[in-house]
T-cell receptor, first 119, second 111 residues
């Protein structure tokens, strides 16, 4: 149980185009999902917290107009990288917080990641 | 952010136990200690978490110091598949339990 999927796993796009990444919790419901970015040989950096039915909360320094997040249901969140540029090339990882746990014990289950390359 | 300190890297031999340390001297009473690991080119994987008492699950054991300022993740018999970066993270009430990843410990397992 507790499986999170991401689609696509890998995407190559031209500079200036937009890319959408989907994150799904397959066997549990998640009111909260998170989006992270990881550059080579670095740790994960939290970009935003996505809450079902409300606006996402972005971390300092993350452009909300560039990284659009939608959390339309308890099992799906999407991240759209708008007008992508080469510097947006990175490994994007989502996670979903299991609704059945709470209060500090909340476990996050991570997707396998999406590798974005912007040419 | 509540900070943790881990060694950059550790090495182990296959079939032997591994003790991965973590210092969290600024931990507060409501902060949970979480461990995740990340294999190359994959998303992190939950390992274990605890508050005060030692915890065991099928993957590992978590030993928490009495003053809670440090903890140790114990892999009882390391396998080659355990080679990964291990992250010790505090889940903090004040930050809505967001996970802040540090650099973690790169565990190498020798055959």
């Amino acid at each position: 149980g507790a499986v999170v999927s991401q689609h696509p796993s890998r995407v190559i796009c031209k500079s200036g185009t937009s890319v959408k990444i989907e994150c799904r919790s397959l066997d549990f419901q998640a009111t909260t999902m998170f989006w992270y970015r990881q550059f080579p040989k670095q740790s994960l950096m939290l970009m935003a917290t996505s809450n079902e039915g409300s606006k996402a909360t972005y971390e300092q320094g993350v452009e909300k107009d560039k990284f659009l997040i939608n959390h339309a249901s308890l099992t799906l969140s999407t991240l759209t990288v708008t007008s992508a540029h080469p510097e947006d090339s990175s490994f994007y990882i989502c996670s979903a917080r299991d609704l059945r746990t709470s209060g500090g014990q909340e476990t996050q289950y991570f997707g396998p990641g999406t590798r974005l390359l912007v040419l | 952010d509540a900070k943790t300190t881990q060694p950059n890297s550790m090495e182990s031999n296959e079939e032997e136990p591994v003790h991965l340390p973590c210092n969290h001297s600024t931990i507060s009473g409501t902060d949970y200690i979480h461990w995740y690991r990340q294999l190359p080119s994959q998303g992190p994987e939950y390992v274990i978490h605890g508050l005060t008492s030692n915890v065991n699950n099928r993957m590992a054991s978590l030993a928490i110091a009495e003053d809670r300022k440090s903890s140790t993740l114990i892999l009882h018999r390391a396998t080659l598949r355990d080679a990964a970066v291990y992250y010790c993270i505090l889940s903090v009430l004040g930050s809505n339990y967001k996970l802040t990843f540090g650099k973690g410990t790169l565990l190498t397992v020798n055959p």
